[in-house]
């Protein structure tokens, strides 16, 4: 047998299709991610779990509000709804408001366990997982953080990273391993520049094609048989909660825009 064809041979052994359960949140940009990796990761059985929200119960301010409606109506608009795109991974979306979104209780658990994963991986998912959750899959728990980490922990880190005058934005891929928000071990970084004539919200967006396929990469090697090297964290960093009306208002005296309606159809290219 020639070299070539025993290597093949050995990596077909090695390779084959991997249980994998995604964590999103019912938002516009896990919207968009989910429809990349479901044709990046289409070689392997997916299911797929949902949060309805990020965080506990909260008011927002006026402007936080119409960036929420304003992403509630692209996704209600689009052409792809969350179930069809379920439907594409041959899976039917599940989520846990019908348990008080308790994703960590033994309802939320044996859902999970269902499924069987060999990894589960979380994009923007909404709920905090604690060790019933993360001890389910034998990978482990792999996170896509929209933000530079140590450095943005939190939500709308992008935000932070246009008002502190950063040049870049980025995506961290991270382990989940404890309850603490977006301190695990590091993966990867992939940054793309910062365009400060786009809004926040494309800016973010923007960040998903690189992101999942960070997340395509990971899987790509645990099913090679490939160990994932992670780094820890260095230094304390920095958590950030949703901006005040005052961070909002200095945001808007920088020129920037939480959305605008005239990129609709760049962020539509992107829902594909």
């Known amino acids: 047998m020639l070299p070539e064809t025993v290597a093949s041979y050995e990596h077909l052994c090695k390779s084959s299709a991997m249980n994998i359960a995604l964590l999103i949140n019912r938002d516009l940009a896990s919207h968009i991610a989910l429809g990349r990796l479901i044709g990046l990761l289409g070689e392997h059985r997916l299911s797929i779990f949902i949060s309805e929200k990020v965080g506990r119960d909260h008011s927002l301010s006026q402007p936080l509000m119409a960036l929420a409606e ?4 692209l996704v209600a608009t689009s052409s792809q709804s969350f179930n069809s795109l379920a439907s594409q991974a041959n899976c039917q979306l599940q989520g846990f408001a019908d348990i008080g979104s308790k994703v960590n209780s033994p309802e939320a658990v044996a859902r999970i366990q269902a499924a069987a994963p060999d990894v589960i991986l979380s994009i923007r998912f909404g709920l905090i997982l604690r060790e019933p959750v993360i001890a389910i899959s034998r990978h482990g728990v792999i996170n896509l953080h929209s933000g530079v980490l140590p450095n943005y922990r939190g939500v709308m880190a992008s935000f932070r990273a246009m008002i502190n005058g950063e040049a870049e934005i980025g995506s961290t891929m ?60 260095q230094g304390d960093g920095g958590y950030y909660s949703f901006p005040s009306e005052q961070q909002l208002a200095e945001f808007a005296a920088l020129g920037y825009q939480l959305f605008d309606p005239a ?7 992107l829902q594909g």
């Open 263 to 269: 990129e609709i159809e760049a962020i539509r290219a």
């Open 174 to 233: 991270h382990f989940i391993q404890d309850s603490g928000v977006d301190t695990g071990d590091i993966l990867s970084i992939a940054k793309i520049p910062l365009n400060p004539q786009q809004s926040y919200l494309l800016n973010v967006l923007n960040l998903y094609s690189a992101g999942c396929q960070q997340l395509a990469s990971a899987v790509q090697q645990l099913d090679s048989g490939i160990e994932l090297i992670a780094q820890p964290q």
């Open 70 to 73: 304003f992403e509630k109506q």
